[in-house]
């Protein structure tokens, strides 16, 4: 049955992006703050770590529903969960920092505030693209069964998610070792 192979499909690579998340989500915590405590003159950076850590996750989550519907060739709910998210870090992150920075006169709390504005950002997307996703589909009676991962399917999952993970993380990790190593 095609929605019960799409359904299966779906809650495999949720399930599968949400745990690669966490752990991503862990390692950068675990590489960056003791980074940030022991380079940087300025400790309270932390804040902002804090406050963009858990896009990490949200947005790993975000990218499979947007890409459940581009697979249905329905671009719709992608493009307006985009601008949802756009719109969400431009104007939190913006009011965030402006009222941050007058209240505390803190630079550093002010770049965190704007930072939670994007977190919150995504959080949005995440609210829309979700309600859109359960609005739009019925799968009916998915057991339990039909949820479980599937050993093939997960294969093919992975083949396609870490390449594209890899490919993406390099360009940080370089920005990283750069930011790290180059000083003026």
């Known amino acids: 049955n095609d929605i019960k192979s799409e359904a299966r499909l779906h809650?495999?690579?949720?399930?599968?992006?949400?745990?690669?998340?966490?752990?991503?989500?862990f390692l950068f915590c675990a590489i960056t703050f003791p980074m940030i405590l022991s380079q940087s003159e300025n400790k309270s950076a932390v804040f902002?770590?804090?406050a963009i850590v858990p896009s990490v996750l949200i947005c790993s989550i975000v990218s499979i529903y947007r890409g459940y519907f581009e697979g249905r060739k329905n671009?719709?709910?992608?493009?307006?969960?985009?601008?949802?998210?756009?719109?969400g870090k431009l104007v939190l992150g913006l009011l965030g920092a402006i009222i941050t920075i007058k209240v505390t006169k803190n630079p550093a709390l002010a770049a965190a505030a704007a930072l939670l504005g994007i977190t919150l950002g995504t959080v949005l997307s995440l609210i829309y693209i979700r309600f859109r996703y359960n609005k739009d589909n019925n799968f009916g009676d998915v057991s339990a069964e039909d949820r479980k991962?599937?050993?093939?399917?997960?294969?093919?999952?992975?083949?396609?998610?870490?390449?594209?993970?890899i490919a993406s993380l390099s360009m940080g990790i370089v920005g990283l070792i750069d930011s790290v190593t180059l000083r003026p």
Do not use: D, Q
């Open 11 to 25: 809650f495999s690579a949720l399930k599968l992006v949400f745990l690669i998340g966490v752990i991503v989500t």
């Open 75 to 87: 671009m719709i709910p992608p493009a307006v969960s985009n601008i949802i998210e756009a719109l």
């Open 48 to 50: 902002g770590i804090f």
């Open 149 to 165: 991962y599937h050993k093939g399917m997960r294969k093919e999952l992975l083949a396609i998610i870490i390449p594209v993970a």
